[in-house]
């Protein structure tokens, strides 16, 4: 039995480990396009804010812990082809030369490449011209190698999304006066604007310049700087920076399973079903380059690296003959930003009203832990729920770092897994001690504000 | 409609909330014995500390804003007896002077008592002759009065679960040289003695002196000081101190509804059912007084102000005819111990095999978030499931503040709640930034630990 995963990032790697945790006898050989396995993208970020040193500490294991768990690993190795009906993958070294590996179970997770949003110049532009994306260790290098040699001061942002963000502070921490331009009209499009504008507060009290409705039209060089410009409320704006780094969101990594005749769907991702399954007689897909099973929305696609490792964990066992299923992501997403923790799982309301939903939203404001206790911090929760059935739909939260926000999230992530109701919250058995929480938890205190507002309580008296 | 409630703590004072939420037009009476309406309990210990000043913040509501919901305080007040067939309370007041007050609804929340756990002494020394206990605002004062006129260098605790520690940690503060006496074979009696011992190093380095296996027998008074004796592994023991708290805890008050021919169940608690009501006709009663309804253990009496809050509401609820349900205490609970927190949900081993179960456990260590990161810090994570079923019993944690844990133990009371298996927590959408989590959060590293101990995963290959 030889099982072949594609990727060494997060899916790859999960779908190669659970393999061959389940059954030491199989072969897996793991084909990585460069010389980084299972190294923490999401880490980067922190590597450039100087908060995590050296580069290799990124790796969630090392290439030796990674053998050491029986897996071959083919580094600086490109997957080129699928003969499906053959089970044989054409795979390309770092030489060119070209070999055939004959799989029984394939598994591809070759994620997702930046998009470039249609901005004029990001396609001819590159790291050398000072113009970064930022989705591998190779971008990484070259961001870092430009950071080192050419000293700037100055660098545009576009984008305010979770990476847009982190960088913002990285960059700002290492010293340079950061621009970031945000095409909505909030940073995070991930929550509403009124949650988005804590943060947006946030990144201005250390100094990053955040402009918001910003359409970025083109890049370009000079012989001095780089000009970034398009339209700011409909007129023209330009700004000017020694770096620019655009981190406008992904698109599914499809070319390879496209090419052996796998279906595309949501989001133009590849079509998988929740065991994994392409339809592809023995090939399975993960990962950012796949679509996601979503209990409130159906299929849609929602990259993220927690599904991602999911989604890789059971193909690996599917590969084997196992029987799990994907049980579906509601988007939960944390970001800090600075001093400031957001997150979200979850539908918003223009979210939910496609999804056929009758959303109505309320925000409270709760302590994180009694105010008689010092260090209490208010932590605002945005709950949408559904006006007609009372059912949870999402959740927002910013709160301070230090308020427990992040694992806060996750108590509604687990409640939208249940499909519970708003008001089913508060039968929740949720911890309790005056310098961590409330008799009734912050979550609580937001769900039954909702509840006030949107659920009328029948009784006879 | 007249509502009366009696008790001014966590039942009493939520089912008069709820009553004046849902109908404002509900007259609600507060019969509370003291003149501390809806303090917070469970603050007292910070006030010791010096971290909570003056005491009168530990109230959750003043009396104003109580008042200001429309509801009605009878302070001082003692609820002496209840006449069923005639909705009629009997209530003393500080004079001495009896009345009957009439009502529609009756709903007792008169708590528990403290234990003296067969002490010899406890039931005839008290705050005058330096012997403590700590259950209401007048104990508080007594101690209060005992610290600052009398000046006691040395305290002994009778006692090391929530409220001892939390003493322990107090009186430590505040530069006494405490003693903590323990009948157990570890502090922390709640946990399974391999994480107790976490916290009874926390204790070790903050100087407080933990003997465990301590079994006091006696408390007497000398001249010039506090003796407590017992026996120590068998050997008899002495200690001496300025001071004694006893905090071996509660017993059920129920001495009110028991001569109002309401039942005793489990922990001689009184019997309710989920809808609060005691069988008394127009008799509701809620909190440390009554049963407690536990989806694991079916009938069982596990005291927690969350849960009085829960059932205070819900008897609120119902009083005005509501159809509200108690849906269970998992038995979730928090402590935080000098920079250590320690948490549990669900059940132990020695809890599960009674209740027809056939628990195992794993012990998991994870880091808060990823190592990378700065300031990752392990928690251990102590999964309980059914070998058979692979049903979740319950979990226990014990990690440094700062790293969630206590929001952590929710997600396992959330999944609990819901019945799930212990694989059935990798399937949960947590959240995940490298500063705050990992992509298979600490939550799930500890039952994936767990599933490879204990589940046999079928794979055809």
Redesign the interface.
């Known amino acids: ?1 030889h099982l072949i995963a594609i990727g060494g990032s ?1 899916a790859g790697i999960s779908a190669a480990l659970r393999a061959r ?3 030491p ?2 072969d897996v050989t793991v084909v990585v396009a460069d010389s980084y396995p299972n190294f ?1 993208i ?2 980067i970020p ?1 590597y450039f804010s100087g ?2 040193a050296p580069w290799q ?2 790796a ?1 294991r090392t290439h030796a812990e990674l053998e050491a768990t029986g897996m071959r690993l083919r580094l600086d190795t490109f997957a080129t082809a699928i003969d499906v009906p053959g089970q044989r993958l054409t795979v390309r070294d770092s030489t060119g030369t070209e070999t055939d590996l004959r799989y029984d179970e394939l598994i591809v997770g070759t994620g997702a490449l930046p998009s470039a949003a249609g901005i004029a110049g990001l396609d001819t532009l590159g790291p050398d011209d000072g113009v970064h994306v930022l989705h591998s260790m190779g971008d990484t290098f070259a961001l870092d190698a430009h950071l080192t040699d050419r000293d700037p001061k100055t660098a545009i942002i576009i984008g305010a999304g ?1 990476v847009g963000l982190e960088m913002a502070e990285a960059l700002t921490i290492r010293g340079l006066k950061v621009t970031q331009l945000q095409r909505g009209p909030e940073v995070l499009s991930t929550l509403d604007p009124e949650l988005g504008a804590l943060v947006h507060r946030e990144l201005d009290s250390h100094g990053v310049e955040v402009i918001t409705s910003a359409r970025v039209e083109a890049v370009t060089k000079t012989d001095h700087s780089l000009v970034v410009s398009g339209r700011h409320d409909d007129a023209p704006f330009e700004r000017t920076a020694d770096l620019v780094l655009a981190v406008v969101g992904v698109r599914p990594n499809t070319d390879l399973l496209q090419r052996a005749g796998a279906q595309l769907g949501a989001g133009r991702a590849v079509v998988v079903d929740e065991s994994m399954r392409t339809g592809l007689p023995h090939v399975f897909a993960a990962g950012d380059g796949v679509v996601t099973h979503h209990p409130l929305l159906g299929v849609t696609y929602l990259p993220l ?3 991602a ?2 989604q890789g ?1 059971i193909a690996g ?1 599917n590969a ?4 799990a299923r994907f ?10 930003v600075f001093d400031l ?1 957001a ?1 979200r ?1 979850g539908l918003r309301e223009h979210e939910a009203i496609p999804a056929g939903f009758s959303p109505v939203s309320t925000t409270a404001v709760a302590d994180d832990h ?5 260090g209490a911090q208010p932590i605002s929760i945005r709950v949408t729920g559904d006006g007609e059935t009372g059912k949870l739909l999402g959740a927002q939260l910013v709160g301070a ?2 308020t ?1 926000t ?6 509604f ?6 499909g519970m109701t708003v008001a ?1 919250i ?12 409330s ?3 912050a ?1 609580q205190v937001a769900t039954q504000r909702w509840e ?1 507002e949107h659920v009328k ?5």
């Open positions: 039995m997060d945790e389940l059954d006898s199989v923490s999401c880490g922190y908060e995590v500490s990124l969630h979770y690296g927690t599904t490792h999911k964990r066992e084997l003959g196992g029987t049980a579906g992501s509601v988007g939960t997403q944390v970001v800090k923790v997150a799982t009694k105010a008689y206790y010092p770092r230090g427990e992040a694992k806060r999230v996750d108590t992530a687990t409640a939208l897994f249940h089913g508060s039968d929740l058995d949720l911890s309790y001690t005056p310098p961590l929480g008799p009734w938890d979550v006030r309580v029948e009784v006879r008296a």
